[in-house]
Nanobody, 127 residues
Framework: VQLQASGGGLVQAGGSLRLSCAASGRTFSNYVMGWFRQAPGKEREFVAAISWSGGYTFSADSVKGRFTISRDNTKNTVYLQMNSLKSEDTAVYYC?????????????????????WGQGTQVTVSS
């Protein structure tokens, strides 16, 4: 499956952005989808994941209550709505797809739990 992330940009602290990740190539609804991010000089970290149906989601503590992951299987797209952005949210954001399971599990929060990755989209939050 091919993943194309978009929607990043420059935003002031407290603002909002919505990232999108369009998938093509295989049946989108077979995959758990996730978002990760990597800030300069830091390791990649998990942000959020969503089950195949969208019925179950899980987010990192650092973004809970501010970020929401969702998906539209009719459009083969997963979204990350980011509100109340902080300077520490500045990073390149990557979407990823996991073929290992259609439901969330222990590997859903780890990079090695995903088989396919998008190219990343830059999010910069100015304070």
């Amino acid at each position: 499956v091919q993943l194309q992330a978009s929607g990043g940009g420059l935003v002031q602290a407290g603002g909002s952005l919505r990232l999108s990740c369009a998938a093509s190539g295989r049946t989108f609804s077979n995959y758990v989808m996730g978002w990760f991010r990597q800030a300069p000089g830091k390791e990649r970290e998990f942000v959020a994941a969503i089950s195949w149906s969208g019925g179950y989601t899980f987010s990192a503590d650092s973004v809970k209550g501010r970020f929401t992951i969702s998906r539209d299987n009719t459009k083969n797209t997963v979204y990350l709505q980011m509100n109340s952005l902080k300077s520490e949210d500045t990073a390149v954001y990557y979407c990823a797809a996991s073929s290992r399971s259609r439901i969330l599990g222990p590997t859903s929060t780890t990079g090695w739990g995903y088989d396919y990755w998008g190219q990343g989209t830059q999010v910069t939050v100015s304070s």
